[in-house]
């Protein structure tokens, strides 16, 4: 199995923990819904050992805040404990863009500005928090935490690789930037 590449796979969940005696898994979705693993039709699970197995996904259901994940070949809780914690990567060709949505990848690096034409600094990583994403933006040795939020992030333009945002009072101290 080739090594997980940026370019090729999308990081989309988590295994948390195998879900009973049957190789079911309780897994962490970065994507909106389960229809992407469903479309993506293979996963590529990386164990904390960092070995690779790729796997034909049977099903994808919403069990309480979570998914719980069928992979076909995995049909007891002994053969599931392995993938404990191992990342869920698919092929970037293999899920297609809700509206609205965007991937993780795709902003980080963007440059953030504020409304005024300002620069905040770029996007160097992002922090899922469960109620929203939280953008590390980085200018030099300033770091700033920006929620991803329709009152704050204003505009997206991947195009130009940019982000505006809006200030919310108490987000941002004039001292900081």
Known sequence: MPPVSPDRWLLIGRVLRPHGAGGLLRIW????????????????????????DKFKILSV????NVFLMKLEGLDSLDESERYRGALIFVEK????????????YEL??????????????SIEQ???????????????????????????????D?????????????LLELNDI
């Open 108 to 121: 980080k690096g963007l440059d953030v500005y504020l409304e005024n034409g300002e620069f905040l600094g």
């Open 126 to 156: 992002i922090i899922y928090t469960g109620a929203n994403d939280v953008y590390q933006v980085r200018r030099g040795e300033q770091e700033f935490l920006i929620p991803a939020i329709d009152e704050v992030v204003r505009e997206i």
């Open 158 to 170: 991947l195009e130009k690789g940019k982000m505006i945002i809006s200030v919310l009072e108490g």
């Open 93 to 104: 060709g293999s899920v297609s863009r809700q509206e609205d949505e965007l991937f993780w």
């Open 61 to 64: 259901k919403p069990h309480k």
């Open 29 to 52: 979705s970065y994507a909106s819904s389960g229809h992407s693993f469903l479309e993506a039709g293979t996963a590529f699970l990386r164990t904390e050992q960092g070995e690779v």
